[in-house]
């Protein structure tokens, strides 16, 4: 159960941003955390994105640097007017994840950065299947997210972490294999990469 902080760090975007820092000293520091799961991907000039529940821009800053057909989605109109001020570069969609504007085949690559914790397992899944909907084929989906920590060491430190800012739904996705669950969805290929102890993973699927 989420303490005050949780709403707390949704309200003022300087602490949402010294707890993204924090909690990136892990992996590296924020910037290394946030392009995790663009590592490996050849994306080309003229490659259309699509920053899903992208907050106030933090990775959808690093996104136009890549490409500058970059659109962000999210369904709090607060951290859309935040992206716009942030990443202006962008163009903004205000939707829901599970039922999103866009024809069959639009992006060739879509991404999400530690917001799929925040879903219902059953909203999850329609959520996946609406990213396969949405992508080209052979496009792909990546993303980053909480994972059940394969190192001990790491066990008291993500727990502190979702006990204090987190809900029941991140506890339930630590409990997910989320491979398995974008197979079902339809993608073809999934490549999944661990960091920070086990505690985050990073998977690449292919549609």
Partial sequence: MATILRAWSYRYQWLYDAISRLAAISVGGEAKFRQLALQGLAIAPDTKILDLCCASGQTTGFLVQRSPNVTGLDA???????????VPQAEYIEAFAESMP????????VH????????QPEQLRSIIKEVCR???PDGVFTLIDFHKPTNWLYKPGISLFLLLFETQT??????????????????????????????????QAYK
Wanted: glycine share 4%.
């Fill in 76 to 86: 709090s109109p607060r951290s859309l007017e935040r992206a716009r001020k942030n």
């Fill in 102 to 109: 866009f024809a069959d085949n639009s992006f060739d690559l």
């Fill in 112 to 119: 999400t950065s530690v917001a799929l914790h925040e879903m």
């Fill in 134 to 136: 949405v992508l080209k």
């Fill in 170 to 203: 991140a506890w339930q996705l630590l409990q997910t294999d989320l491979v398995e669950v974008l197979t079902q969805a339809g993608f073809k290929k999934c490549d999944r990469s661990f960091f920070a102890g086990g505690s985050l993973q990073v998977i």
